[in-house]
């Protein structure tokens, strides 16, 4: 049949193959991408951002003893504290290391992250009455925005 169209059985079937989803050309090499060194800045601002991950895994950790070393009112809300915070304190971890390499996707959490922070350390300064761990909570998250918003920090985000 397709000898009387005129066409050779060759033909035939790439095009079926073509319609049918045959093998695809292989795909051209992705270039490869710049390494880009960090800027100073950023690197300041991974560093203080793993050290809020570090300290948010301490609290985690000494909220999981204290859960299971007293008597809370609910368990399941104490457990539930000790998940969240633990949650943040990986994620910090993740953004510091995506800060290190300039992955374009480690600003938007940080800053979101220092946001709820810098209000747990107002609070806790202000409100709650205990200085002592807001006072350093807002330092830090003054000193990781102010970075984050050094001209260089913006460039080296610019293009990402």
């Known amino acids: ?30 270039p490869a991408r710049p390494a880009s060194e960090a800027p100073p800045a950023v690197r300041r601002a991974a560093l203080v951002v793993a050290v809020e991950a570090a300290g948010l895994a301490v609290l985690a950790l000494v909220l999981l003893y204290l859960t299971f070393a007293s008597t809370p009112e609910s368990t399941g809300r104490a457990l539930a504290e000790v998940v969240y915070v633990g949650f943040f304190a990986v994620l910090l ?21 220092q946001i709820l922070l ?8 202000f409100e709650w009455g205990g200085a002592f761990v807001g006072i350093p909570i807002l ?4 000193l990781e925005l102010y970075l ?3 001209p260089e920090a913006r460039l080296a985000f610019h293009d990402r």
Not at 5 to 27: H, I, K, T
Not at 93 to 111: D, E, F, K, T, Y
Not at 118 to 125: K, V
């Open 1 to 30: 049949m397709t000898e009387e169209r005129g066409q050779r059985p060759s033909q035939g079937r790439r095009r079926a193959e073509r319609l049918l989803g045959g093998a695809a050309e292989p795909a051209a090499p992705r």
């Open 93 to 113: 971890g993740a953004a510091a290391v995506g800060l290190w390499r300039v992955s374009g996707w480690a600003r938007g959490p940080v800053i979101v992250l």
């Open 118 to 125: 810098g209000l747990f350390g107002y609070y806790s300064a």
């Open 139 to 142: 330092a830090l998250v003054g």
């Open 148 to 150: 984050l918003a050094t």
